[in-house]
């Protein structure tokens, strides 16, 4: 977790202020910068290591209750010996006992799925980028590695394959711990049996996801011009809510709209520009300057708190960092 922590933290200063298209719904939205994009990466990972710290005081605990959890066989010393063996192994020991109570290692491993979630959303969301149509990152790599056997031009994202599915797998294999909470009784072997096949694979399978997800941006290409080209992939749509607020400071925000949805009707149909649609409506430019319309066509212009969002969650790295 660390080390992909590390990349990603190194990515998004990297990429701080290096724009690209924010896409809703797999349309293209609104402009915001990749480094943005990695800067909510980020800040997840660090909720997961949160949780991690805090389920630790809940599983760190000893298991040594006899048959049915009241340690009669050890007569008035079962609690006092129960507190030896705990501190012994270093571990707290229990009010109770947790033969048939499995919400603790249920917690472990649905923190494990969650993480896993988290690393499969994120290839995922890698290789879509890297998708023919879009083109905006890629995975280096030495030559053959991911070619098609049969087409040439081929080469397949491996590392954001494999890491989103093994990321699955974990996350799989963690919602399995829910269904096997219903113990019988005192202690039951038909559910608690599965555990032991369901809780190793669910720490190998994150382990694994994370492997491959380091893999995966140690060797990440970003291609920034791709990202910026895309943006104007829609001839300056991107930039219709800042027309809109813009517009709305001399009109009601209901007219403003209307009049974006005509440019953008004529931007469709004929394909100019959206600054070059609006510049020709007499109602905007008795009210804006032509200058005006072309500054607000600048993509550049409209990334909001994007820059200061990364700087905010490496600020609070770097605190947590701090010994």
Known sequence: MDTYQ??????????????????????H?????????????????????ERLEGVRKRVDVVQFGGAVGTLASLGDSGLKFREAVAQELGLSAPLS???????????????????????????????????????????????????STTMAHKRNPRAAEFAEGVARLGRHRAMGMVEIMGQEHDRCGGTWISEWMLMPETFLLTSGAFSWAIDLIERLEVHADTMRANIDMTNGLALTE?????????????????????????????????????GAMPSVTN????????AL???????????????????????????
């Open 97 to 147: 006992n947790w033969h048939n109570a499995r919400d603790s290692m249920t917690e472990i491993a649905l923190c494990l799925g969650n993480i896993c979630a988290s690393l499969a959303r994120n290839a995922q969301n890698i290789n879509s980028l890297g998708s023919t149509e879009i083109g905006e990152l890629s995975e280096a790599g030495k030559p053959g590695r991911g070619r």
């Open 242 to 278: 800042r027309f809109t607020m813009a517009l709305a400071k001399h009109m009601s925000k209901f007219d403003a709209r209307q009049l974006l949805d005509e440019a953008c009707a004529r931007v469709a149909a004929e394909g100019v520009s959206l600054s070059d649609a609006i």
């Open 297 to 323: 066509a600048d993509p550049n212009g409209y990334v909001g708190s994007a820059p200061e969002i990364v700087d905010n969650v490496l600020a609070a790295i770097a605190r947590k960092e701090k010994p």
């Open 6 to 27: 590390n990349l990603l933290t190194t990515l998004a200063r990297t990429h701080r202020d290096t724009i690209m298209i924010g896409r809703t719904n797999n349309l």
């Open 29 to 49: 939205a609104q402009p915001t910068t990749f480094g943005a994009k990695i800067a909510v990466w980020i800040e997840e990972l660090m909720r997961h290591r």
């Open 287 to 294: 009210i804006m300057s032509k200058d005006e319309i072309t």
